[in-house]
């Protein structure tokens, strides 16, 4: 397998290619079980006892001469490294995408086959070559160190790999390892897979840990990197193992008959692959082709857009009327606005030399160009004409443009060439003004057109472009689907670009011509497009080599393994003919079973011990009456039947017999008939395999299933199973008793038919879920006729083969109780939070009372503590007065004295309410003990506040109050302190305002005085 950079033609920032080799391992210290089979049949073969061997042999085939060591010398072991390195380089062709692993990797089936047969001497010569072939893949991205640490990464793998690979195969083919039989070829096949999962774990598994494999290529990566694996162990072991595998002369005879089908098949293989690899990638690149060219003409159409966008404002300066700065800004301001991507849009008129003077003063600019090499605007120099920048829009961020002379900044020579074709010309790319001037070293370029005339003069209009931000808008709805890049040939400049650092060439490339220039856009496909775009026909590809490749190195094997075998054992027969006739006789007398050979003439002509010995017949009674004499009467013409079918078509045929052995019951046998022919006449071969035990086996399984049944039908719960279609197979007794139906009936009938209409049209969307694989818990109300309503609690679990959903199990339990329960549980949780709303709605009237005065409903003194200060704070940081009145009833212990104590609280009350009806929303009203009030107005002068305070002391004084049979009147006097004048806190205020009720009283009462400083 090899992990490796992108080819040109789908190269993106991925890191770097990367080949891996397969494993190795040591020969288990015990004798494989396969050496008695080979020693005892060489005996039986006629193998003197007394040779001398080497080494075990396969049957039939003598023992190698030389120990296998001796043929692991240094030449064999660089040829060993050297080609795991260049058979690894060949199969990087074969690699696809998106991880881009080989699709067959035949170093691996070098390095297990090395190991099988070599040993650990062969693993740091493994080690070596495919740490040579990672950095060999590696130098084309440079070798950094994390490509240095990758190539040791997959080296360990790989080596890994080759040593599980080759300790697995010796413990379970023995050595020496001919692979010539079924069970051998298939433990081959089967470990195969097995071991090639090391290299791909171990390595995918640090790339990505490197940062070198992406997150969603993981497992196609790993997949395309163990069948990779697999399919090189497949191929190249056998060859490998022709050079160098044990027995020597059975790999040896074997080659050309392994060499030639093998490698046609692996050559038509890779040639399918690599067509089909290359189809797949076509029709992949199909939607980024259209993107491609759906990109060439927005730039195109958008271009055109820019030479009509400036051919109108051609128009508007070659009207009569001249046009002013002004009209210029609203002209292009709708320009703009369709056009967002535009830089700036420019009037450049020529000014001669003698009238630059007048230009300057009548514009107040100054015309102006940039120092060579330099990021600073100076005066332009002498010349005979200039053509100042005069209106630009948008100004704001285009100041430094204002005045330059624009044949400076794009050649005089190119604004000739508009001149005399009198087309939208464009610039070669340069870097702008507004960009020089701030340091950014970005391209742009300026598309210029004529103006001949008008009141404005001859000039030109200008476009100017930022291309990198121009063309980054018109073709960003290619993203994340493409990398482009845009190049001015001309030029030869890149004017816009988003390939990644290091990305190889493009797949797709377009010209336009515009304003006298040529742009070449090419593109390339993001590794986001490559893995949505990627298809499954090189996996299916990868797959069907992977059996193809598989079943011809195992029929092979098999067949040259058997031919093999057979031309040994026809050489030693011949010259123990007699032995061999034994053999046979003991082989066949040996057979499980019955075993019996019929000729032409339906004579049987051999049979082993088993069908006289059970059925108690005699040799000669058994010749005599021919095999049909065994069969009961009542089977006998079926026999007959099918062996005249298997003489007449020449095929196979099976049967099923009652036999009755010899003092035993009727048993059953399976008996068979194969057609053969053999010189000339037709034989058939049969076995017959007593299948009683089996049958009592199928019956037990029956007895299992109705004990499943009686377990369903116990369940507390309503069990069915729905198999797609919605036909259910099986229900148990509960939920039959619960629909009032019979088993027979539900089981077949679509759920739609038992279930309740309103609940099986919520079942038919969480069936689809579950058909889908996924697990669904619900809970619903059953209305089932006759019964009251249920409240049910269910489950749909899929039933998996394999990786398809076959049916779904349905579980529902009755929770009726339970929600009972649960209802009442709820309607004492509504009370139990009433009563909390209840205990809430208190605690805030307590607290309400707690700041309260009770008599009046006023604030209390404990609340104008808590917030005067807060008040006086907001005044210090606004900025504004406040002011502090303090009011206090005259002579009000004379009336409590005189009328009591009730007369003088209906007293209180009434300035209580006075007060209130003449204070502020903003104002803070306060009984602040006995009959005193205070009275906090923020934002209202001392003298504002007195004449308020002295329209209540006159309004109080005209109130009276009937208390019995008297009417009672009072009076009132204020003091007024005013922030900051009197204080800065709220202690000072409030004694400043208390002095001037002191002398409010003092000057003869019901008055309003104000602090004195």
């Known amino acids: 397998m090899a992990w490796w950079r992108m080819p040109p033609s789908c190269s993106t920032h991925v890191a770097p290619r990367w080949s891996k080799s397969c494993g190795s391992t040591v020969c288990s210290g015990t004798m494989p079980a396969r050496w008695t089979r080979f020693t005892s049949e060489r005996r039986r073969y006629g193998r003197p006892s007394g040779s001398r061997m080497t080494e075990p042999a396969a049957p039939g085939f003598p023992a190698s001469r030389a120990p296998a060591a001796s043929r692991w010398g240094w030449p064999a072991l660089v040829a060993l490294g050297l080609a795991y390195v260049f058979s690894g380089r060949l199969s990087l062709m074969l690699a696809i995408p998106p991880g881009y692993a080989s699709a067959i990797f035949p170093p691996a089936g070098i390095a297990v086959a090395a190991v099988l047969a070599g040993g650990l001497r062969t693993l740091p010569w493994i080690f070596a070559g495919s740490l040579a072939l990672n950095l060999w893949v590696g130098i084309g991205g440079g070798l950094e160190g994390r490509v240095v640490a990758a190539g040791f990464v997959i080296a360990i793998a790989s080596s890994l790999q080759a040593l599980v690979g080759g300790a697995a195969l010796r413990r379970w083919l023995g050595l020496p390892t001919p692979m010539d039989d079924e069970r051998a070829l298939l433990r081959f096949l089967l470990l195969i897979p097995l071991v090639c999962t090391v290299s791909a774990s171990l390595s995918v598994g640090g790339l990505a840990l490197l940062g070198m494999v992406a997150a969603g290529d993981g497992a196609s990566s790993w997949f395309t990197w163990w069948i990779g694996d697999t399919l090189g162990v497949l191929v190249m072991l056998p060859l490998t193992m022709v050079l160098v595998g044990e027995p020597r002369t059975l790999w040896r005879s074997r080659a050309s008959a392994l060499f030639a089908p093998i490698l046609i098949g692996f050559v038509l293989f890779v040639a399918i692959f690599v067509r089909f690899s290359a189809w797949e990638q076509e029709e992949s690149l199909l939607e980024f082709k259209l993107l491609s060219r759906e990109a060439v003409e927005r730039l195109d159409t958008s271009l055109d857009a820019q030479e009509a966008l400036l051919e109108q404002t051609e128009r508007l300066f070659g009207s009569s009327d001249y046009v002013t700065r002004a009209e210029f800004s609203r002209y292009t301001t709708k320009a703009l606005q369709r056009y967002p991507m535009i830089r700036a849009i420019e009037w450049a008129p020529r000014v001669p030399a003698a009238a630059r003077r007048a230009f300057e003063q009548r514009e107040s600019v100054e015309i102006r160009e940039p120092l060579p090499q330099s990021q600073k605007l100076v005066r332009a120099g002498p010349r005979d004409e200039y053509f100042p920048i005069t209106y630009i829009e948008p100004y704001s961020g285009n100041e430094a443009a204002h005045g330059l002379d624009i044949a400076v900044r794009i050649s005089r020579a190119m604004l000739a060439r508009a001149s005399a074709s009198g087309r939208a010309t464009v610039s070669a790319p340069v870097v702008l003004v507004q960009d020089l001037t701030q340091g950014r070293n970005v391209l742009g370029a300026v598309i210029v057109l004529p103006v001949a005339s008008g009141n404005n003069g001859d000039g030109y209009v200008a476009s100017v472009l930022r291309m990198q931000d121009y063309i980054g808008g018109i073709v960003a709805f290619t993203q994340p689907q493409l990398y482009l890049r845009v190049d001015d040939v001309g030029a030869g400049k890149t004017i816009y670009s988003n390939l990644p650092a290091g990305a190889g060439a493009t797949l797709f490339e377009a010209t336009l011509d515009f304003g006298g220039r040529q742009y070449r856009l090419q593109s390339m496909p993001t590794p986001a497009y490559l893995h949505a775009h990627h298809g499954w026909q090189s996996w299916g590809m990868l797959v069907a080599g ?435 004048d009197d204080g800065k806190v709220a202690d000072r205020l409030i004694a400043a305002a208390d002095r001037a009720l002191y002398e409010a009283k003092a000057n003869g009462r019901n008055r309003v005085e104000l602090a004195r400083a």
């Open 546 to 980: 992977l059996l193809f490749i598989g079943l011809l190195s195992s029929a092979l094997l098999l067949s040259t393994g058997h031919t093999a075998r057979i031309e040994a054992e026809v050489a030693e027969r011949t010259a123990a003919l007699h032995d061999e006739k034994a053999f046979t006789e003991a082989v066949v007398r040996s057979l499980p079973g019955m075993f019996y050979i019929l000729d032409d003439q339906r004579r049987i002509v051999r049979w082993n011990h088993n069908l006289t010995a059970v059925f108690g017949v005699n040799e000669q009674a058994l010749h005599d009456g021919g095999v049909l004499s065994i069969a009961p009467e009542e089977d006998r013409e079926l026999a007959r039947a099918a062996i005249e079918r298997v003489y007449r078509t020449k095929g196979y045929e099976e049967i099923e017999l009652r036999l009755q052995a010899s003092g035993t019951p009727p048993r059953r046998f399976l008996v068979n008939g194969q057609y053969v022919e053999i010189a000339g006449r037709g034989y058939l071969i049969g076995t017959g395999v007593d299948i009683t035990e089996r049958r009592e086996m199928e019956q037990e399984v029956q007895r299992g299933r109705k004990v499943l049944r009686t377990l369903i039908d116990a369940a507390p719960v309503w069990l069915t199973m729905v198999e797609r279609g919605g036909r259910m197979l099986i229900a148990n007794r509960r939920f039959g008793e619960t629909f009032g139906l019979p088993q027979r009936f539900i089981e077949g009938k679509h759920y739609s038919a038992v279930f309740p209409p309103e609940n099986s049209v919520r079942m038919e969307s969480m069936l689809e879920a579950s058909f889908s694989g996924r697990e669904i818990e619900f809970s619903d109300e059953w209305h089932i006729s006759g019964l009251p309503t249920l409240h049910v609690h269910g489950k749909c679990v899929p039933v998996m083969d394999g990786e398809t959903v076959v049916s779904v199990v349905i579980a529902i339990m009755d929770i009726t109780e339970v929600h009972h329960v649960q209802s009442s549980l709820r309607t004492a949780n509504a009370a139990l939070e009433r009563r909390v709303e209840e205990i809430r709605k208190l605690q805030a009237l307590l607290q309400e009372q707690a700041i309260r005065d009770p008599l009046t409903g006023l604030f209390n003194r404990r609340y104008l503590d808590e917030t005067l200060e807060v008040e006086l704070i907001k005044a210090q940081r606004a900025g504004y007065p406040v002011s502090i009145v303090m009011g206090d009833i005259d002579r009000f212990k004379k009336l409590n004295d005189t009328y009591g104590h009730q007369a003088g609280d209906q007293v209180i009350r009434m300035l209580a309410d006075l007060l209130r009806e003449h204070a502020r929303a903003s104002d803070i009203l306060c009984r602040y003990g006995g009959e005193e009030f205070l009275l906090v107005m923020p934002q209202m002068s001392p003298r504002d506040a007195a004449a308020r305070m002295d329209a209540v002391r006159l309004a109080f004084g005209e109130r009276r109050i009937t208390f019995g049979a008297f009417e009672l009147a009072a009076t009132i006097s204020f003091g007024i302190s005013a922030y900051p």
